[in-house]
């Protein structure tokens, strides 16, 4: 059974700074990975989706990477904003269907 | 217009009530999910339709009762519910669970039993 974890469970950082989110899969036949944002109380809105083929996606300050073999992926966010506060949560698509796995998520605070 | 609508976005009911969530896509997706999240905790997957046809059910007990009336709709009945089913359910949608699209998921149910 596929497990995901992420690590740091919670960060703060100062606005401004660079910052990585990490994400580990013990199953490495996924199919994709993705990294998704959720507000307190909301929905979650799609950042990111890696396909298993492909090592890295990026989207305005967004960069995810995937590496399989290792089992990780990486979530980088280039200039923090106050904006950017917000639970983080990378999950795994198996290959079988359309199951995914999430992890328990990295709770991101950047303080002005 | 790439939104799934829930309704309603609040429900309290009693152990001994009948109520229904409600989900809306008209993105033209055919396959859609039902989540559940709990307090500070990953949503976990509960249903899955693809095709109008039930295609995953996570061993979720019987008092859920999901149901998918045409490729835009999707209910989940619910029936002698108990206090710990209270959490925030989430309704998502993707173009086809036979493809790796992007999820989108709608802004959630909260639901309080009592």
């Known amino acids: 059974k596929q497990e995901v974890t992420q690590i740091p469970a919670a960060l703060s950082v100062p606005e401004g700074e660079n910052l990585v989110l990490n994400c580990s899969f013990t199953?490495?036949?996924?199919?994709?990975l993705q990294w998704f944002r959720q507000d307190p109380g909301k929905g979650l809105t799609s950042l990111l989706l890696i396909q298993s083929s492909q090592r890295e996606q990026t989207s305005g300050r967004l960069n995810a990477s995937l590496d399989k073999s290792s089992g990780r992926s990486t979530l980088y966010i280039a200039a923090s904003q106050p904006g950017d506060s917000a639970t983080y949560l990378c999950a795994s698509e198996e290959t079988s269907g359309s199951r995914l796995t999430f992890g328990e998520g990295t709770q991101l605070t950047v303080n002005p | 217009d790439t939104e799934v609508t829930q309704t309603p976005k609040h429900l309290v009911m009693g152990m001994t009530n009948k109520k229904s969530l409600k989900c809306e896509q008209h993105m033209g997706h055919r396959a859609m999910y039902w989540y559940k999240q709990k307090a500070k905790k990953p949503p976990e997957l509960m249903f899955v339709?693809?095709?109008?046809?039930?295609?995953i059910n996570e061993s979720v007990p019987s008092r859920f009762s999901p149901e998918c009336p045409n490729s835009s709709l999707l209910n989940l009945h619910l029936h002698a519910l108990q206090p710990e089913d209270s959490a925030l359910y989430l309704c998502?949608?993707?173009?086809?669970?036979?493809?790796?699209?992007?999820?989108?998921f709608g802004e959630g149910s909260w639901l309080t039993v009592v």
């Open positions: 998502a949608s993707t173009q086809s669970n036979r493809e790796r699209n992007t999820i989108y």
């Open positions: 199953d490495s036949a996924i199919y994709n």
């Open positions: 339709y693809s095709y109008e046809k039930l295609s």
